[in-house]
């Protein structure tokens, strides 16, 4: 038995998808460490591998197939342990386990006691105490939190009820509890999270929503920031935009995804609401908090989607200006209701084509938003280091390269004068 856990008792957990899983896999990163393993950074060396997936996008799954399929060639010499977890696991894995016989667990999304538990089992170890609290005993300076799992919309596109269920909101006090420890272990920033949160609280008794929890957390001292992601038009309330005006540390920043300009295709996906409707809430947003800055998503090449239709979310984006917009060609996703009632019929050149046509005008709006920072002076959280270049966000979730500091200065907020714009990234320079 001794020899089996030297050969395991190292880990590493590979992540791809959306900041939910970013966030899922921190805890199991907590949970194993708790359990007494090793974190090993190359994945080939692990002796416990954890896959955490996402079928948002069919690059992000083949990235998922294309490891897996790697890890089976090796599993036998290195006797590695491999889990996937993620929205690749579906309802029922008879099917997956037939594709990938070496995988020996399989666990549904935020299924961490599952994991912790089946591993400790497998090293004959002991569970007890690693599966509560799963908070790092040192935080990031920016930390995500998932708020409220699941989604009840069921966008004829998306795969994400069938893989996460219904909305399930976590009580005040929990968050509450879990941001405090975040925040007297060094996060100075966090991201709620939730696939549509501003849903948030509905299924609590009694009821409560999103600006009932901004308040709460508001109130944490050492805590500077407060943003939240995704939202949907129909839940962005009078009530939450009221709220980010008013709380100081709620960052003047809202993701609205709008994913068609057209009310037929917006129809087909069954997201609820028309262009007039989106637009009117985009003024809603601009006249109660006009600093704001408002990012978007937007999919291409929805089946049926004619070239007026496409015209006609160019024409959102001239109108509204987003300060970014995350497009992606559409894929079809196994178990939706357009895969399975759908034809896909916009050829794969021509969705790239009406990609690269958004990408373009997206560089050029973005450009000329953000020269309206230069020279202004913004308070920037400093994150890191990319290409050797110390970075970090303002506010409004703006990427800041800064000039003349070093990592000293990453997890302290600076305030920096803006001396350079591009398309897609400001940069800052010493006061």
Known sequence: MTTKVKKLDTFHVWTVGCQMNIADSQRVDVGLKKLGLNEEKDINNAGIV????????????????????????????????ICVTGCMVESTVKELKQRFPDVDLWAKPQDTSLIIENIADYLELSSDGCLENLIPDKSNFAEFVPIVQGCDKFCTFCVIPYRRGRETSKPIDQVVNEVTKLSENGALEVTLLGQNVDSYGHDLMPKKDLSDLMYAIHEIKKLLRIRFLTSHPNDMSLKLIETIRDLPKVCKFINLPFQAGSNRILANMRRGYTRDQFLRKVDQIRNLVPDTTLTTDLIVGFPGETEKDFADSMDILNKVKFDKVHVAAYSERKGTFAFRKIEDDIPKQEKRRRLNTVNELQEKIQLELNKKFLSKDYDVLVEGTIRNKIYGRSEGDKLVYLQNYDESYIGKMVKTKIIDVSGWSLTGAKL
Do not use: P, W, Y
Not at 52 to 71: P, W, Y
């Open 50 to 81: 954890v896959l955490n997936t996402c079928v948002v996008r069919q690059s992000a799954e083949d990235k998922a197939t294309g490891l897996l399929g790697k890890l089976s060639k090796h599993k036998k010499k290195n006797n590695t342990f």
